[in-house]
């Protein structure tokens, strides 16, 4: 029997499951990840977070995310925060401003004196061969809005990569979207080759906006840091919110602070705590 200790921690209610595999041993395709995550049985969590070493030149560490269903994934903005937060608590860094390697590049996550941790999320994407989307015969290529075929009708979506897929969808009230029922439609579709998180898009103001977001293994959270950053993207590219300006992006679990300006990186501010540190037993 193996035992494993773990921090339980959250952004916005987006809640993560965070290993230090730093400091002991531990390779995640050898647990059960899905039996982890559920809520009534194990730990419970949207995703389980791996802090190790990297192996780059210049790189503090390498970030590994997992989503419930045991699927890994690219990126996750929440759980960079989180991340972030982690290695300074656990002593396992120094410094204010990391620079951690994920499956889809570099990130550099920051620590503010208030509580605060912005994180770089480098530039977004919107090729469909880098989302991935396969659009219909006559859809350009940089599109803003993309047409997803369903047995319902074509859902006009934009399509936004940041270290993961999102289709973002603009709706007059969030609170009346169809976020479980369209999002699940829409997560696994032949259209989205490697499946896809669902944002629902509520324009507040030019600085503003509410969203919800159904997640690819997931389902909705209480937030989704890419997917802040994808809507954001997406309404700039639209004429809808203001470019250069900082967005407050007001999710279920609480508020995000983005900020782009078009063909730069985008910036994601926002908090990270600690719910619990706990120790686990597995075979």
Partial sequence: ???????????????????????????????????????FRGVGFDQLLVV?????????FRYRIFNADGSEVGQCGNGARCFARFVADKGLTDKKEICVETAKGVIF?????????????????????EIPFVPESGEGDDACIYGVHLESGIQPVSCVNMGNPHAVI????????????????IEPHRQFPERVNV???QIVSRTAIRLRVFERGVGETQACGTGACAAVVA??????????????????????????????DVMMTGPAETVFEGELAYS
């Fill in 199 to 201: 944002g629902f898009m």
């Fill in 52 to 60: 190790g070493r990297s192996e780059t030149e210049g790189v503090d």
């Fill in 170 to 185: 603009t709706v007059d009230d969030v609170e009346c979207a169809p976020v479980r029922e369209t999002g699940s439609l």
């Fill in 1 to 39: 029997m193996k035992t494993l200790k773990f921090t339980k921690m959250h952004g916005l209610g987006n809640d993560f499951m965070v290993i230090d595999a730093v400091s002991q041993n531990f390779t995640p395709e050898d647990v059960p990840i899905a039996e982890w995550a559920d809520r």
């Fill in 109 to 129: 996550p920051k620590l503010s004196d208030n509580g605060m941790v912005t994180v770089n999320m480098g530039k977004p994407k919107f090729m469909p061969s």
């Fill in 235 to 264: 309404g700039i590219r639209l004429g809808l919110l203001d470019e250069g300006k900082t967005v407050e992006v007001v999710l279920p679990g609480g508020t995000l602070y983005i900020e782009w300006a078009c063909g730069g």
